[in-house]
Structures are given as C-alpha cells and as structure tokens.
C-alpha cells in the first residue's frame, strides 16, 4: 500500500496472506467463510497446483508468527473461466481451505455484497495488504482509505485498457494512496450502517504504482460476481 | 545465479535451479501482452530489451504505456512494430534466443518520434540505445525489419483511414479522433461485426451470445438461447435436461445449474421450506422432520446458525408437497433434495418452516482501550 499506515493487529480479521515457497507470501486474500477464500486469478500464474500454497490468517508483522494465527493448505482453487491475462478481465478466483478455519477475533470473514449492492462513487473504503510500499517492502500489514471511482472517470487514467463492468476503480488521481505489487487479491472493503464491513473489490491492477504515471488502482469488482461465487461455494460443498 | 533467487523468466528451468545460473535457460513462451498481439511472429523470449523480467513486468511498465499513446501521433509507421520488437522480442525456435530490431528500424523509430515527445516534455526510453542492435544483412547476426503489410496499429487501437491510430475505445464515442473523422463512420455494432445489448446499445463478440454468462443488462444475450422439450427443462448454459433430474442431487446439466437454488424459504410468514424438485416447487410434509434437517437447509441457503423449526398445520392445503424418502436415516447425502419424494402422503398435514440466521460477518473485534 502506498500512502497508507501501519494496521493495529487484528484491525482486519478477513486479512489473509497466500504463501508459497520460496518466496513467501506472494498475494493478498480475504477471507469470506469458514473454508473459502476469495483472491485474484493473477496470482496464480505459474503456480497452478494448489499443493504448492498455504493461506495464513491473523497474522499482522509477516516476519514474526502471532498467538492468532492460523494456516491452512489449500484444497482447491477455482479460476473464474473467463479470467483472461492479457486484459486482465474477470480477475478472481476462489480457493478452498483443507479445513475450516477456527473463528476468533482476529480471524473472522467479510460480507460479500448483495447483487444489487455496489460501491458508489465517492464513498471511502479501505484497502490492505503487505504489498510494496513505494521504497519498501513491509512486515506489517498495511492499510489505506481510498476513494471510490465512476468507471468513466477512471478510464479516463488509463488510455491503453478497458475498465469493465468486472472491474472497480477506487484511490485518487494523484496516486497518494493507492495498492502496489504484493497487495493483488487483497480486500477494498467499506463499512456499512451498523458497522458491518462488505468485500467490494480484490485489488488487481493498475499503473507502475511508484512509477511517475498516477491514477486509481483497479479491483475486481465483487457484486459482479456474487452469482458465481456463491455458485461455486454451493456445487463444491453439497454436489461434488 | 548473480541474484539470490531465479530470475522469473527461468523459474521453470531445471538448469537454474541445478547449475546455479540463468545459462541456457532461456525459452519461447506466447506472446499475450495485447499492444503486441497482430505481430508476425506470436512467440516471445524474457528478459526483453528494456530490461522486463515478464510480460506481466512490461504490460505495466512506462513504455508500454508511452509507445502506444505515441503512436497516435503518427510520427511514424513502423513506431508499434519496433516498440513491440524491443517489449517481446521474437524468439527464434531453434536457439530459444530473442531476435533484436535491426538498428536501422531503431533509428529511424527515434529519430522520426524522439522530438514528438520532447514536446511534451517526455524523454525517448533510455534503455533503448540503438547502437545494441545489429545492421541489417551484418554477417551471421539476423534482425527484425517490418514487412510493407505489417500492421501499424496494435489490437488496442483503430486505424484511421488517413492512416493514423487513435484509441479502440474512442473509436464511436461521438467525438471525431482522426483528422478525417473515419473513427466516427460505421458506428453500428452490426456494422463493427458485433452484435448490439437493445436495451443499452453496447456492442458485443458473438462468441459472448448464449454463452451462459450475461453481458447485457436485461441479459438479452442469454435469452431464446434454447428449444427444450415440453418435458424438459433449460440449464443455465442453455442445454435441456429432463425435468424429472432437476433438483435430484445429481449434476445433469454440464454447468451444475439442475441442482442450484433447490432450497429456498417463501416470502411468507412463516417462512416455509420450500423445494423445488421436478421443476416444480413444493412444501415439505413435517412427517419425521428433525432439528438437523433444518441446519442442513439453512446450510444450503448460505445461512448459518441454529435454526428455528416450525410445523405449519394445514388440513386443506392444496399446494403440492414432498416428503421424506422412508429410508432417509441410512443415506449418507449431502443435499436436502436428495432425501425428498413426491406422492406420499402426509400424515401430520403440517408444512416445515424455518428460519435461519444470517452468517456472522464483516465484524470487527471492539477496540482495546488501555488507561492513560
């Protein structure tokens, strides 16, 4: 995250972080039920085999293992069919934990939307996640308050790529607060009446985020694929 | 390796992980950064000229955002086929080596566009030094000159009649972008080879009609998409399955669609359990219901909890209802529907109602709050 802060442990307990070796952690994901997780297709390329990641939860500082945490293999991961890499449109994809994760406070899901539920332009949100900061890479995990952008508006930063219905702009034109690399399937989550907090964007993509061209990040928009996500949860739990 | 860990572009090579450096480890991959996609070779090689470690590296670099918006200007014809020369480099299939621009076409690139961008303020890439290329017919080296018919314009953008390449997406948009208004000419989807949403005018693919996922907003593109039998019933990918296999538990539709949204709770109060077995919606009889059975339908619905079973008397009810398979104790399943049978009767004339709780989410722990 550029611009943002350090978070308070346990700020964010739909947080995940998706491992591999060598490397660690690789992207960013959130939690959305006891045994799914929702993160970005992107990540996975190249690393296809599910055998290969582990989802860590409630961790904050990456370098130093918490009391909270909890770390699970993955069991599955779902693309969804139409993800393509060139553009990349219909980033998502849907991973399934070995075992249900034990629910404490610091390890809790997000609201996902209702279909006719979207993030409307202007409104504040918040996006986290361990990805590059502008000069560093950091331990902590990090947050920032963006701001949610028309999709008009958005394409407007960004001549060479369509923004579609499947993605979701959010953060300001001159790029002071925004995701980076590292931070690709992590939360844009906003906060509703009563405190709730929904899962409106994955983040996904935009410019070199410490290059000199600014801009909004793009997220995969969320309530475009409500159906499918929950279709997915539904076949692989009660039908397969 | 010089670097603590593989490059990338050889993390799939045995010979880095074994010999401990990135000799030999060069190979072809496909070409899908889309500004390059209609060029005449679709094979590439990393890392490229300007120094990208992936294609995903140079999707979002500066370059490949610079060479497009510059070619708009039209300061020269080849300027999209050397940028993309340098951002995937060809890859030569029997050496698995890249295959550079010739200097020639890097020169005349930098000469003819250099001073365009110093309008603007902008500096022409500083990895791009043309003096690392070979001349064209040098002995023993081979390089890239473009042919007469090589497309000037990437796939992200429209050519102009008068030649010029202006965005894809201003393409229509109202606004003339050519110096011959070409880009506004033709602007019907038909007349794109596209196919138009009525309710919005957005031009889709064909290849995106029927295709089980809705493009259009009143999801026009997914309907009369099928001619299912009067016994049938239509999937969601717009094939027909018999009636009697939707909601039976087994997947009969290729997409799964026969056993989604099985189980659902009326709008009523109470709530009643509702299934929708056959194709049909039914009641179910409270014969034998126990407390799990409703756990198990709240859990079908997404919803969790511990749920609260109602029996709804109703002597005169004429609505069709299912009833539990007399044998449902020993089936091990894992869908509700699967344990339900029509045309028994219902010896209690009681309907099940539920209601289940909504998943805990989207909490945040209070908090802590330490004295000063």
């Given at each position: 995250i550029l611009g943002g802060r350090t978070s308070r442990p346990g700020r964010w307990p739909w947080q995940c972080s998706m491992q591999s070796d060598p490397s660690g952690h690789i992207c960013g994901c959130v939690l959305i039920g006891k045994k799914w997780v929702l993160t970005v297709a992107h990540c996975f390329e190249g690393r296809e085999k599910a055998s290969v990641w582990r989802v860590v939860f409630g961790i904050n500082n990456l370098d130093h293992p918490s009391d909270f945490m909890q770390t699970r293999q993955v069991n599955r991961i779902i693309l969804h069919p139409r993800y393509n890499r060139a553009v990349v449109d219909y980033d998502i994809s849907i991973v399934e934990l070995d075992t249900e994760i034990n629910e404490t406070s610091y390890v809790r899901p997000v609201c996902l939307p209702s279909r006719d539920q979207s993030a409307q332009p202007d409104t504040y949100c918040y996006i986290t996640g361990w990805g590059h900061m502008g000069n560093r890479m950091p331990f902590k995990l990090q947050e920032g308050e963006v701001r949610i952008i028309s999709r008009d508006k958005c394409q407007t930063h960004f001549d060479m790529k369509t923004i579609t219905s499947r993605m979701l702009c959010a953060g300001y034109e001159s790029g002071t607060v925004d995701s980076c690399m590292g931070d690709s399937g992590g939360p844009l989550v906003c906060e509703e009446t009563g405190g709730r907090w929904t899962l409106y964007g994955l983040t996904s993509w935009g410019s070199v985020c410490f290059s000199k061209i600014m801009g909004p990040g793009v997220y995969s928009n969320v309530t475009h694929f409500i159906d499918w996500i929950e279709k997915q949860i539904y076949l692989h739990t009660f039908l397969l | 390796?010089?670097?603590?860990?593989?490059?990338?572009?050889?993390?799939?090579?045995?010979?880095?992980?074994?010999?401990?450096?990135?000799?030999?480890?060069?190979?072809?991959?496909?070409?899908?950064?889309?500004?390059?996609?209609?060029?005449?070779?679709?094979?590439?090689?990393?890392?490229?000229?300007?120094?990208?470690?992936?294609?995903?590296?140079?999707?979002?670099?500066?370059?490949?955002?610079?060479?497009?918006?510059?070619?708009?200007?039209?300061?020269?014809?080849?300027?999209?086929?050397?940028?993309?020369?340098?951002?995937?480099?060809?890859?030569?299939?029997?050496?698995?080596?890249?295959?550079?621009?010739?200097?020639?076409?890097?020169?005349?690139?930098?000469?003819?566009?250099?001073?365009?961008?110093?309008?603007?303020?902008?500096?022409?890439?500083?990895?791009?030094?043309?003096?690392?290329?070979?001349?064209?017919?040098?002995?023993?080296?081979?390089?890239?000159?473009?042919?007469?018919?090589?497309?000037?314009?990437?796939?992200?953008?429209?050519?102009?009649?008068?030649?010029?390449?202006?965005?894809?997406?201003?393409?229509?948009?109202?606004?003339?972008?050519?110096?011959?208004?070409?880009?506004?000419?033709?602007?019907?989807?038909?007349?794109?080879?596209?196919?138009?949403?009525?309710?919005?005018?957005?031009?889709?693919?064909?290849?995106?009609?029927?295709?089980?996922?809705?493009?259009?907003?009143?999801?026009?593109?997914?309907?009369?998409?099928?001619?299912?039998?009067?016994?049938?019933?239509?999937?969601?990918?717009?094939?027909?399955?018999?009636?009697?296999?939707?909601?039976?538990?087994?997947?009969?539709?290729?997409?799964?669609?026969?056993?989604?949204?099985?189980?659902?709770?009326?709008?009523?109060?109470?709530?009643?359990?509702?299934?929708?077995?056959?194709?049909?919606?039914?009641?179910?009889?409270?014969?034998?219901?126990?407390?799990?059975?409703?756990?198990?339908?709240?859990?079908?619905?997404?919803?969790?909890?511990?749920?609260?079973t109602q029996m709804v008397h109703e002597p005169n009810g004429r609505k069709k209802w299912l009833h539990l398979d007399s044998n449902w104790r020993h089936q091990n399943v894992s869908a509700l529907q699967m344990l339900l049978v029509k045309g028994q009767p219902c010896h209690s004339r009681s309907k099940v109602s539920i209601v289940c709780e909504k998943e805990e989410c989207g909490f945040r722990p209070a908090a802590r709050m330490t004295k000063r």
């Open positions: - | 390796c010089t670097q603590t860990a593989c490059p990338v572009s050889c993390s799939n090579s045995s010979t880095c992980f074994i010999q401990g450096n990135t000799t030999n480890c060069s190979h072809c991959e496909p070409i899908s950064l889309e500004l390059c996609l209609n060029l005449p070779y679709n094979l590439t090689s990393y890392p490229n000229y300007l120094g990208h470690q992936t294609q995903k590296d140079a999707s979002i670099s500066w370059e490949s955002s610079l060479f497009p918006a510059l070619v708009q200007t039209n300061c020269y014809k080849y300027l999209m086929f050397f940028a993309c020369t340098v951002l995937v480099p060809k890859c030569d299939l029997d050496t698995h080596q890249r295959v550079p621009p010739c200097r020639t076409l890097c020169k005349n690139s930098k000469e003819r566009c250099e001073s365009v961008l110093g309008i603007v303020g902008l500096q022409w890439p500083e990895h791009i030094d043309c003096t690392q290329f070979p001349e064209e017919n040098a002995d023993n080296t081979s390089c890239l000159m473009p042919d007469q018919d090589v497309e000037e314009c990437s796939p992200s953008h429209f050519k102009c009649k008068s030649g010029r390449c202006v965005l894809a997406s201003r393409r229509c948009d109202g606004q003339s972008d050519c110096d011959d208004d070409s880009d506004e000419e033709k602007c019907s989807c038909q007349e794109q080879g596209l196919w138009e949403c009525p309710s919005n005018n957005v031009c889709i693919k064909h290849t995106m009609i029927c295709d089980g996922f809705p493009d259009c907003p009143d999801l026009a593109d997914e309907k009369n998409c099928s001619s299912c039998k009067y016994n049938e019933h239509v999937c969601n990918n717009h094939e027909c399955v018999n009636r009697s296999l939707w909601c039976d538990g087994k997947i009969d539709c290729s997409d799964s669609s026969d056993e989604w949204d099985c189980v659902t709770l009326s709008k009523t109060t109470p709530s009643l359990l509702t299934v929708h077995k056959f194709a049909t919606e039914f009641h179910v009889c409270a014969d034998e219901w126990q407390d799990d059975l409703s756990a198990l339908a709240c859990q079908q619905m997404g919803l969790r909890g511990i749920p609260i």
